[in-house]
């Protein structure tokens, strides 16, 4: 567990990014604010298309040409949204790492892990010899459970399992205080993702490293993570502890998710009806209204504001406050009202 009295290693402002297309601006990330500690853990759930990987590459600064952002982002007091591409750049890699998904697609077929590990802590470290560079990768190889036998070995030569760990060995050979790992068990199958979340818990165990972990994964959240920020169509509508927010969830988004995770215990399959709206033109109001079970006429014209959970964090929903509602703001909209707004 994290020392929730430390200054936050990650202290991030109503952060917003955004894509230019022709059809308009894609706002991808609208106002996301979070603070993460030395050893502390958020995980980030939402469907596909929520703006999870966007947050956790524009935080990172790699967004694509073409992109902005905008708000405030300070790593241990230092706005990296203000710094020039050259200081960015310094940081990333020694103070802040990324976890791609997807490892075939970034590691260089052509090259050995040997040659990725060179590459990596030579370009940040320049002054360390041959022979310090080879037991700085070898260290991180071992911490993944891989043999010194294969540092010479190609990705090809890999299962999929290994690959992701050997993703994770990369981020962390320059030991960064700041980790987001996106997405770094997708399409592994039960076991591989069990190790792959043991070696998450022990990385902020070890090494007090903050970890923003981006997943569909609820499950995975609960076995690896302190807090959860839920997000939906650019916002976060949700965040407080794992416990708290998994034992009494406060947004009906939080609960249609909860409710869709498939466990033991599941004799049926549940779905949240629809999908995320386009970013483009998203819904006036509450952006969820439209797929919302407990859609009040307010939610389909104004939007909610953040407001304390009982349990500490917070919640975006009018059903939680901050104001009471009148009779005419409570009411329910009918169903052809919220098939209405889904086509809008």
């Known amino acids: 567990m994290s020392d929730m009295t430390a200054e936050p290693v990650i202290s991030a402002r109503d952060v917003r990014v955004w894509y230019g297309t022709t059809r308009g601006a894609i706002q991808a990330v609208d106002g996301v604010s979070f603070d993460l500690r030395p050893g502390e853990t958020l995980g980030l759930?939402?469907?596909?298309?929520?703006?999870?990987?966007?947050?956790?590459?524009?935080?990172?600064?790699?967004?694509?040409?073409?992109?902005?952002?905008?708000?405030?982002?300070?790593?241990?007091?230092r706005d990296i949204f203000a710094m020039s591409a050259k200081e960015a750049y310094g940081l990333r890699g020694s103070d802040?790492?990324?976890?791609?998904?997807?490892?075939?697609?970034?590691?260089?077929?052509l090259m050995r892990i040997s040659e990725h590990f060179e590459e990596t802590i030579t370009q940040h470290e320049p002054k360390l010899s041959k022979d310090e560079v080879r037991t700085r990768a070898l260290e991180a190889l071992r911490m993944m459970g891989i043999p010194p036998t294969r540092y010479r070995s190609y990705p090809h030569e890999f299962s999929g399992g290994m690959?992701?760990?050997?993703?994770?060995?990369?981020?962390?050979?320059?030991?960064?205080?700041?980790?987001?790992?996106?997405?770094?068990?997708?399409?592994?199958?039960?076991?591989v993702e069990a190790q792959i979340v043991q070696i998450l818990n022990d990385l902020r165990r070890n090494f007090d490293t903050a970890?923003?972990?981006?997943?569909?994964?609820?499950?995975?959240?609960?076995?690896?993570?302190?807090?959860?920020?839920?997000?939906?169509?650019g916002r976060i509508v949700e965040q407080g502890t794992v416990a708290d927010v998994f034992s009494d969830?406060?947004?009906?988004?939080?609960?249609?998710l909860l409710a869709s995770t498939i466990s033991l215990s599941t004799t049926g399959l549940r779905?949240?009806?629809?999908?995320?709206?386009?970013?483009?033109?998203?819904?006036?109001?509450?952006?969820?209204?439209?797929?919302c079970p407990d859609a009040m006429r307010i939610c389909a014209t104004t939007s909610p504001v953040p407001t304390t959970r009982e349990a500490g964090g917070t919640v975006e929903?009018?059903?939680?406050?901050?104001?009471?509602?009148?009779?005419?703001?409570?009411?329910?909209?009918?169903?052809?009202?919220?098939?209405?707004?889904?086509?809008?």
């Open 317 to 344: 929903c009018w059903l939680r406050g901050p104001r009471d509602l009148t009779p005419a703001e409570r009411a329910p909209l009918a169903h052809e009202e919220l098939s209405d707004a889904d086509e809008a």
């Open 211 to 233: 970890l923003l972990l981006i997943t569909h994964n609820v499950g995975i959240v609960a076995e690896a993570c302190d807090r959860v920020a839920v997000m939906y169509a």
């Open 271 to 291: 779905f949240i009806p629809g999908s995320p709206p386009d970013l483009v033109d998203p819904p006036a109001g509450c952006r969820f209204h439209p797929r």
């Open 96 to 109: 802040l790492g990324m976890i791609f998904q997807e490892p075939l697609t970034r590691l260089n077929p």
């Open 249 to 256: 969830p406060q947004h009906p988004y939080t609960r249609e």
């Open 45 to 77: 759930v939402g469907e596909s298309g929520c703006g999870k990987s966007t947050l956790g590459r524009g935080l990172m600064g790699l967004l694509p040409e073409g992109a902005k952002r905008d708000g405030e982002v300070r790593y241990r007091g």
């Open 163 to 191: 690959r992701q760990r050997l993703m994770i060995a990369l981020a962390l050979v320059l030991r960064p205080a700041f980790v987001v790992a996106d997405e770094p068990t997708t399409a592994l199958d039960v076991l």
